[in-house]
């Protein structure tokens, strides 16, 4: 019987819970169509429609180290890569496949020059990997949920042998273990209706990768991919619950606890636009201060944000991204330190913005202005020893503005002395230490 280690667990997240900021990048054949990742099942397009996407991929302008140094600057700490997706075309040599990027014209292994490169940057490298499989000839097609070929009554007889297909994603999942190093996260992407844990020969899977890196981080989607039908959440895992929730385009209202209230690890992963790969008609990205916001709410709830972009079929990050990345950066260099290290506080949220917390110093963030001086609702004024302004350390001191002297139990701060525009429009980050006793 599988016993959950509670101490091992929160051991081996421990970088994972500290770092909170991560890019995804979603990148393969599909940047070709450029109408997204889902393209060949949406379409339902045959394997001979696809193959020209295939002969076709060349991407000249990729330079991981020039993506690894716009994920550093915005102040994210690691990345997952889609190493294979759903379309099963693999970003990596795989001796098991002749469909992957070194056999077309581009002849790169995409993977190997990526974890070089973004390791080089002091980033920690993930990998994602599809369970479904739309090109290999073992996966089921005819009547599968999602697979292009799903309604094409040509199909419908095709006989297939799924343990096969099972022992070829293994042994690639084998291949990313033993010949790229270290990964620090493994992402598997999805169970759905009975194709779930050990269907997928999940304990086994589970177990392989922990042979070769005991504490790599695993996503949870082997078990299942809503929450909260995960082991993790429901408070009794399983070997293959993996070791966070993994919420998608959707921010969890109040954060994930398990059953017993315990706080666990979660991720939510988040588009710019409205697709995860290249969309090349898709401009509606969100913008960096609301991107920013959202960072700031994830780590307000114990959770992380992996935040994605699509490179184009030349191998560029869209120049939309880049621009929000940089964007985020510059506010991240004045305040990551509200970010890193730190999570849920023990105050309610206030109504202008939000709380994280790390030990015992509170971190104010102010979205909106106020008339005046700032209420640092939930404290009392002999809670706080000492306060600052995160982007420049300038001190604060509770304001004795005299429209404050209404509420005495309150303390007030001025973000900006007599303005009443915020220092950042954005989120002006205050950083309250609280007195000893108060903690
Ligand atoms: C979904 C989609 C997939 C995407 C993933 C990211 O499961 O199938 O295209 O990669 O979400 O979370």
Redesign the pocket.
């Known amino acids: 019987m599988f016993q959950f280690d509670r101490a091992a667990y929160d051991k081996r997240m421990e970088w994972f819970n500290h770092d909170r900021f991560g890019l995804f990048i979603?990148w393969g054949l599909y940047a070709i169509p450029a109408r997204g990742?889902?393209v060949r099942s949406r379409e339902h397009m045959t394997e001979a429609q696809y193959r020209e996407y295939f002969n076709a991929f060349n991407p000249i302008d990729y330079d991981p180290r020039a993506w690894a140094k716009a994920a550093k600057a915005a102040g994210m700490k690691y990345a997952v890569l889609t190493a294979k997706?759903?379309d099963g075309f693999c970003l990596f040599d795989s001796k098991l496949t002749d469909f992957k990027s070194t056999n077309t014209p581009c002849h790169r292994d995409l993977v190997r020059e990526y974890v070089e490169a973004f390791r080089a940057e002091g980033l920690k490298v993930g990998l994602y990997y599809s369970l479904l499989d739309w090109n290999h000839p073992d996966y089921p097609h005819y009547a599968d949920a999602h697979h292009p070929m799903r309604d094409n009554p040509d199909w419908k007889d095709y006989k297939y042998d799924f343990n096969k297909y099972l022992d070829y994603m293994h042994g690639q999942v084998r291949e990313l273990c033993e010949n790229y190093g270290k990964i620090d996260v493994f992402w598997f992407?999805?169970s759905y209706n009975d194709m779930t844990a050990e269907k997928w020969r999940a304990t086994e899977l589970v177990r392989m990768i922990r042979s070769y890196w005991p504490d790599v981080i695993i996503d949870s989607r082997l078990e299942a991919?809503h929450s909260p039908n995960n082991g993790l959440e429901n408070g009794e895992p399983n070997e293959y619950s993996g070791d966070f929730a993994g919420p998608?385009q959707i921010i969890p209202p109040e954060g994930v606890t398990n059953r017993k209230g315990e706080p666990i690890a979660w991720e939510a992963?988040i588009t710019m636009n409205h697709h995860?790969g290249y969309a090349s008609a898709d401009k509606e990205f969100k913008p960096a201060s609301m991107l920013v916001r959202k960072l700031v709410e994830c780590v307000s709830k114990g959770g992380n944000l992996l935040l994605n972009v699509g490179p184009d079929a030349r191998g560029r990050i869209p120049r939309e991204s880049l621009e929000i990345l940089a964007e985020i950066g510059r506010w991240m260099d004045d305040n990551g330190e509200s970010i890193y290290g730190c999570g849920r506080s023990s105050l309610p949220k206030p109504e202008y913005g939000r709380i994280t917390q790390k030990g015992s110093t509170l971190y104010y963030h102010i979205f909106e202005p106020q008339i005046g001086a700032i209420p640092l609702t939930g404290l009392k004024k002999e809670q706080v020893k000492s306060m600052y302004l995160v982007r420049d350390g300038s001190e604060r001191p509770i304001s004795d503005e005299w429209a404050t002297g209404q509420y005495p139990d309150i303390p007030f701060v001025s973000a900006n002395g007599e303005s009443v525009r915020l220092p950042d429009e954005t989120d002006t980050v205050i950083a309250v230490e609280l007195a000893g006793s108060a903690r």
């Open positions: 979603h990742e889902w997706h759903h992407d999805f991919t998608e992963c995860w």
